[in-house]
């Protein structure tokens, strides 16, 4: 069993990286459904929640069925960050998440996200800022420092220890290299591996098939792993990475039947939370990574694009079972055009 606070998670928890514009209720639904063991809403901004921003505000939406969920929170500001952490522990989520990982300009250039990663000792002090101001667990999420001339994980991880946090998700790539180029999991071993460090460390990056996940947990030793792109389109990853750990077998992919049962259920959910006409529009965005790897699709997704009823929805969806009864496409990650992947998907 991990421990984060009072919330007990299994001996080898997955957690579900928040991601803007991706991980919102709908898709934290489909995740749970499919066995993540923690979720975390979209990153929120302080300065958004303080000036009562509707886009924040939203975020902050949780739901019973999703627990245990943290809501994650990004700033410069002590003060700030220490007004959202109330603000955030008014809605009674499982924990409180910090952002010191997002690599995107618009989040870096206000000294927040990965932005902090060049001054530690402004991290710590937000990082107190938080813990001053909530009774809930305090985690973080990080990357391995600003470039690789900084790589100063050991040091922060320690450093964050000290004061308060209880749980620490890295994500092995420097601000630097964004999203490009392979995860190193070397120094997260080495933070795990510290006789000083007692907290859960949670290792993410690059983790896109249960092989790897198995591979990862035995030779970096981490507590549990968090998985972000690799979801988007195939919550599946979630169950199939579970199955594998425990019986060295592969589980039997998704069906058509199953995929299109997922798509309904995440398109019903986003219509329930957002509205019928937003809730179709926003889920327009999904449909892509959903049918990856689908012979013909094109006419399909282009068709859906444009309905806007749930009845005409689903009539397609119904139509696309028959046509694909049967085939089984290869598993193919989320990808993105070069900088505009999901933010801070880390």
């Given at each position: 069993?991990?421990?984060?606070?009072?919330?007990?998670?299994?001996?080898?928890?997955?957690?579900?990286?928040?991601?803007e514009?991706?991980?919102?209720?709908?898709?934290?639904?489909?995740?749970?459904?499919?066995?993540t063991?923690?979720?975390?809403?979209?990153?929120?901004?302080?300065?958004?929640?303080?000036?009562?921003?509707?886009?924040?505000?939203q975020?902050?939406?949780?739901?019973?069925?999703?627990?245990?969920?943290?809501?994650?929170?990004?700033?410069?500001?002590e003060?700030?960050?220490?007004?959202?952490?109330?603000?955030?522990?008014?809605?009674?989520?499982?924990?409180?998440?910090?952002?010191?990982?997002?690599?995107?300009?618009?989040?870096?250039?206000?000294?927040?996200?990965?932005?902090?990663?060049?001054?530690?000792?402004?991290?710590?002090?937000?990082?107190?800022?938080?813990?001053?101001?909530?009774?809930?667990?305090?985690?973080v999420?990080?990357r391995?420092?600003?470039?690789?001339d900084?790589?100063?994980?050991?040091e922060?991880?320690e450093?964050?220890?000290?004061?308060?946090?209880?749980?620490?998700?890295?994500?092995?790539?420097?601000?630097?290299?964004m999203y490009?180029?392979h995860a190193?999991?070397?120094l997260?071993g080495?933070?795990?591996e510290?006789?000083?460090?007692?907290?859960?460390?949670?290792?993410?990056?690059?983790i896109d098939?249960p092989e790897?996940?198995?591979?990862?947990?035995?030779?970096?030793?981490?507590?549990?792993?968090?998985i972000?792109?690799?979801?988007?389109?195939?919550?599946?990853?979630?169950?199939?990475?579970k199955?594998?750990?425990?019986?060295?077998?592969?589980?039997?992919?998704?069906?058509i039947?199953?995929r299109i049962?997922?798509?309904?259920?995440?398109?019903?959910?986003?219509?329930k939370w957002?509205?019928?006409?937003?809730?179709?529009l926003?889920?327009?965005?999904?449909?892509?990574?959903?049918?990856?790897?689908?012979?013909?699709?094109?006419?399909?997704?282009?068709?859906?694009?444009?309905?806007?009823?749930?009845?005409?929805?689903?009539?397609?969806l119904?139509?696309?079972?028959?046509r694909?009864?049967?085939?089984?496409?290869d598993?193919?990650?989320a990808?993105?055009?070069?900088?505009?992947?999901?933010?801070c998907?880390?």
């Open positions: 069993m991990v421990k984060i606070g009072k919330i007990e998670l299994p001996a080898f928890p997955l957690l579900l990286a928040p991601m514009d991706v991980s919102d209720p709908p898709f934290r639904a489909v995740c749970k459904d499919n066995g063991d923690l979720m975390y809403t979209e990153f929120i901004s302080s300065e958004g929640l303080i000036r009562d921003a509707i886009k924040s505000r975020k902050l939406d949780i739901f019973e069925e999703e627990r245990p969920v943290g809501i994650q929170i990004f700033g410069g500001d003060e700030a960050m220490a007004m959202s952490a109330q603000i955030v522990s008014t809605v009674n989520p499982d924990l409180v998440d910090i952002n010191f990982g997002c690599p995107v300009k618009k989040v870096v250039s206000k000294g927040a996200g990965a932005g902090v990663l060049k001054d530690i000792d402004l991290m710590v002090r937000l990082t107190e800022a938080v813990v001053r101001g909530t009774n809930l667990p305090v985690t999420k990080t391995l420092g600003w470039d690789h900084s790589l100063n994980i050991l922060v991880a450093r964050l220890q000290d004061v308060g946090i209880q749980a620490l998700s890295i994500h092995g790539r420097t601000r630097a290299q490009k180029g190193d999991w070397t997260i080495k933070v795990k510290n006789p000083r460090i007692k907290i859960p460390i949670f290792g993410n990056g690059d098939s790897k996940a198995v591979e990862y947990k035995n030779r970096y030793g981490v507590d549990g792993l968090m972000g792109r690799a979801a988007i389109g195939y919550p599946w990853i979630f169950r199939e990475i199955h594998f750990e425990k019986t060295g077998e592969y589980l039997a992919p998704p069906t039947q199953e049962d997922v798509i309904k259920k995440h398109l019903t959910q986003s219509m957002k509205g019928d006409t937003l809730g179709i926003e889920m327009r965005r999904h449909y892509a990574n959903y049918l990856k790897g689908f012979p013909s699709v094109k006419e399909f997704r282009n068709i859906l694009v444009n309905l806007k009823t749930y009845p005409e929805i689903e009539e397609v119904d139509k696309m079972i028959v694909y009864d049967g085939f089984i496409p598993r193919i990650m990808s993105y055009p070069e900088g505009n992947e999901p933010s998907s880390i």
